[in-house]
């Protein structure tokens, strides 16, 4: 660098002297050639008086101001002149060019070579009229005296040239030493930021350029030292809540290197450093390709997967962050294992006490039945007999329910594989419930058709459950509209309704167990609870799709998706 200075600090010196140079010798050249013209103009002024009392006398100041005179008639010819002894076999003088202008009146210095010094001069002549006649005096200088002087001034700036380098060249050293030290403090201080030594730096200058650096430099540690004090605490944020997440997170890269794990993913994975690739955290090759799959897509996708025994739920989606190569992929593993067991156990209870309830209620139904057929009707005791019955039949009604269920939740229920058109099953489920339609005067259309592969009875309870929540919970003169249709391989079914509607915050817990959105209207339509949480189960036995939109006061949509082929 200081090498570089001095060398590009002499170049312009070099440059400047040279042209500070020939400027000054053409300046000199001009001034002396002004000057000469000046002179021989003044002195020809001189002897053009001279001559005009006495032509001939200017032989006796032939020597005046160091000159060369000439003296020449109104034609041309040469009468005296200063050098040549003997003028008058001079050659006619009528066409130079100075003794032309002088004639015209119109007299100029004119630089020209002559012929007979053999060397550039400068001429001026001036038109003389005396008694002897007329006359012209021209007065010649010799051009290269300017050379002369010129010379003399060359040698001058010369030495002033040299001298200039010299101090140009001290100048570029100390100049170069002292920007190569500023230089070094800035490297030095720079590296001190980068290792992280944000400390601030005295300033023992007067220069004002120093002073402004350092103070620069000042302010960028103390603003780096802010940003990096703020970015360690937003760290320790995250990575206090990466860490404690109940839930297992592994980040990673285009390159399927893991840039971030946390403790649960180690003991959920295996442990392994951060650096290594997905490849040594999974040792699942199927769930790997999963995953790779989803990642490559660039979707979000979540899905249970049986892992090391134990139940995993594991979403997986891209992270884009702007470039093709930023992106990164995040893994979310959920261990569901305990609440598995835990629902397990309470689908174990559920079916027991479903079953061990069953042999009671149905002979409190039946004995009630018996009670109620020998008891008169005007009888006191006849209501509450009928009381008794109701509630048991309704009791029997939600045992019924839990059985089923248990037996869809333990894949125990039969499964038959029959071609089931479902315009047949959602007629059936409709006259089941024709009487309370008709009561109410609901309007039903059914449109379309679509065969799948089935039980008759399963696929009944689903759509019967669906069809009769459309017909107890509809407004009187309301309607339900049913659509069958085939797309894209699966039986779309779609039940929309006019009826009371669900609330929005309600939509995702209709489908649990004894969940009701208003359990006073349930009672009065017999309802246990349970109807979508069959149809729920029922669907997903069939590796199909439920969803349901609903709002409050405007009616509900149930759209069912099963496949046409198990």
């Known amino acids: ?63 005046f101001g160091n000159a060369r005179i000439t003296l020449t008639d109104g034609e041309g010819n040469v009468v005296f002149d200063s050098v040549k002894s003997d003028s008058e076999n001079m050659e006619n003088h009528a066409e130079r060019e100075e003794v032309v202008a002088a004639l015209a009146g119109n007299p100029k210095v004119v630089k020209r070579y002559s012929e007979t010094l053999g060397r550039d001069m400068f001429y001026y002549a001036l038109l003389v009229r005396s008694e002897q006649g007329t006359f012209v005096v021209r007065v010649a200088k010799n051009a290269a005296d300017i050379w002369l002087f010129t010379g003399i001034a060359f040698v001058y700036v010369a030495v002033a040239l040299v001298v200039a380098f010299a101090l140009s060249y001290v100048l570029a050293r100390n100049l170069s030493s002292k920007v190569e030290g500023r230089l070094t403090q800035l490297r030095d201080a720079l590296r001190s930021a980068n290792s992280g030594d944000y400390s601030i730096r005295p300033c023992e200058t007067s220069d004002a350029l120093d002073f402004s650096i350092i103070s620069e ?103 884009m962050l702007g470039g093709e190569n930023d992106n990164l992929g995040v893994i979310l593993i959920s261990d569901v294992t305990k609440e598995k067991e835990l629902s397990r156990q309470k689908s174990i209870f559920f079916a027991n006490a479903s079953h061990e309830l069953k042999t009671p209620l149905t002979s ?34 939600i045992v019924m329910d839990m059985l089923y269920i248990s037996r869809l939740e333990s894949r125990e229920i039969a499964r038959n594989r029959e071609k089931i058109e479902l315009l047949q099953v959602i007629n059936e489920s409709v006259q089941a419930y024709r009487g ?15 065969c799948v592969e089935g039980d008759g009875h399963n696929l009944y309870e689903c759509f019967n459950n669906v069809l009769g929540n459309a017909v107890h919970y509809n407004k009187q003169g309301g309607s339900i509209d049913v659509n069958i249709e085939e797309k894209d391989g699966n039986a779309v079914v779609t039940v929309q309704d006019t009826g009371i509607g669900i609330a929005k915050e309600h939509l995702p817990y209709i489908c649990e167990r004894f969940y009701r959105v208003d359990k006073s209207r349930s009672k009065q339509t017999g309802g246990t609870g349970l109807g979508l949480s069959i149809v729920k189960h029922v669907v997903a036995l069939y590796g199909g799709r439920l969803k349901i939109d609903s709002s409050e006061g405007e009616g509900t949509i149930v759209e069912i998706t099963l496949p046409l082929k198990r």
């Open 436 to 450: 309370e339609i008709t009561d109410k005067n609901i309007v039903v259309s059914i449109d379309g058709n679509a």
């Open 364 to 397: 409190v139904q039946g004995l009630s039945e018996v009670l109620l057929s020998r008891t008169d009707e005007n009888s006191s005791d006849y209501k509450y007999i009928r009381r008794i019955y109701t509630e048991s039949v309704r009791l029997h009604n």
């Open 217 to 319: 430099l000042n302010e960028l540690a103390a603003s780096l030292s802010d940003n990096y004090e703020t970015l360690r605490k937003e760290k320790a944020k995250l990575d206090s809540v990466v860490y404690n997440m109940t839930q297992g997170l592994i980040v990673v890269n285009k390159d399927e290197t893991v840039v971030l794990r946390n403790n649960v993913a180690e003991q959920l994975t295996g442990r392994v450093k951060t650096g290594a690739k997905l490849i040594n955290m999974i040792d699942d090759e199927v769930l790997l390709n999963k995953l790779r799959g989803i990642l490559k897509s660039r979707e979000n996708e979540t899905f249970p997967y049986e892992y090391g025994g134990k139940d995993l739920v594991i979403n997986a989606f891209t992270l």
């Open 1 to 63: 660098m200081k090498k570089k200075i001095i060398i590009q600090s002499f170049v312009i010196s070099l440059v400047t002297a040279l042209v500070v140079f020939f400027s000054s010798i053409a300046t000199y050249y001009s001034v002396q050639e002004r000057k000469i013209k000046e002179e021989i103009t003044s002195d020809a002024k001189v002897l053009a008086q001279i001559a005009a009392s006495d032509p001939y006398a200017l032989e006796e100041v032939s020597d």
